[in-house]
């Protein structure tokens, strides 16, 4: 039954990404809106739903570090297993010239909250200005974007629907991935395998599952600016938006390693985003295969 039901959560899954992407890529021609902004708001933060309620869960339950190490896990996968994924399926395109703004965004963000993490804590203040930060970016996103005129190709699909075809594959995408989740670790533990190993593996990645299906269906489709603005905008999503939230509900504690250890994985995987962008303006297959290499290693 346990196979059945990670068969389910996988369909479930997959599913959830492709309304997803029909829906989101539906309202960016319905409100002019280019597919890339959607792919780093509506897309982007949407995706990062299981993150945000895991985080916000533990810290509610006075177990506030479980989400620095969530959210922080969760911006090295989304660069080196969901973009490297994405490209050795299609190649990516990463329009610098587009993307230099939400890209410094993202660096911002890694800078801010490895400055946090340095005095051992993430408190109430420094949440807000994270919160601030996520403001800010909200607000210089939608101001920038270049509008696009709709050209006729196809036929538009009404706003109810397209609206419902993107919530149901969020709903979907959170569904799915706790399924999926709780199936993994069930059958891990058939095998005799430590719940240490089962959560640094299956729940790390598993929170991460909806940006995987939603970019990986986006690339397979080739909507590769919704695939780019998913990892770039869930990226900003986990440091400002996550770890904002859930240092104003309870001061973040970080040990040495957070800074030590595990803050150079998520700057260098950022700062090496950002240097492709601006050098190659692309990610070919054979750079998302070495990204997938990196993050085995990791």
Do not use: H, K
């Not at 607000?139 to 629907?161: H, K």
């Not at 909507?223 to 939230?245: C, E, H, K, P």
């Amino acid at each position: 039954m346990t196979y059945v039901l990670f068969a389910v959560g996988l369909l479930v899954l997959l599913l959830g990404g492709e309304l997803l992407v029909r829906g989101a890529g539906a309202i960016a021609r319905r409100a002019g809106m280019s597919p890339l902004l959607i792919g780093l708001t509506v897309v982007g933060f949407g995706t990062s739903a299981p993150e945000l309620l895991v985080s916000v869960d533990a810290a509610m339950g006075g177990q506030p570090a479980i989400a620095l190490g969530n959210a922080l896990g969760s911006c090295v996968a989304n660069i080196l297993l969901i973009l490297g994924a994405a490209a050795v399926i299609f190649p990516l395109q990463v329009p610098f010239r587009r993307l230099w703004r939400d890209l410094g965004f993202m660096l911002l963000a890694v800078a801010a909250i490895w400055l946090m993490l340095m005095d051992g804590t993430v408190s109430r203040l420094d949440g807000l200005l994270l919160l601030a930060g996520l403001a800010a970016f909200l607000t210089t996103a939608i101001r920038t974007s270049e509008p696009v005129v709709e050209t006729g190709e196809s036929p538009l699909a009404p706003v109810w629907q397209a609206a419902a075809m993107t919530l149901g594959g969020l709903v979907l995408l959170v569904f799915g991935a706790d399924l999926l989740v709780d199936s993994a670790s069930e059958i891990a533990r058939g095998f005799g395998i430590s719940p240490a190993v089962i959560g640094l593996t299956v729940v790390a990645i598993g929170t991460s599952l909806p940006e995987l299906a939603t970019s990986v269906i986006a690339a397979i489709r080739r909507q590769t600016d919704i695939a780019v603005g998913n990892v770039v905008g869930s990226n900003i999503f986990n440091i400002f938006g996550i770890l904002g939230t859930t240092a104003m509900i309870s001061p973040i504690p970080a040990e040495a390693r957070f800074v030590t250890t595990d803050m150079p994985w998520v700057a260098g995987t950022a700062l090496g985003l950002a240097l492709v962008a601006a050098l190659l303006g692309t990610v070919p297959r054979l750079f998302g295969a070495g990204l997938l290499l990196i993050y085995a290693a990791y």
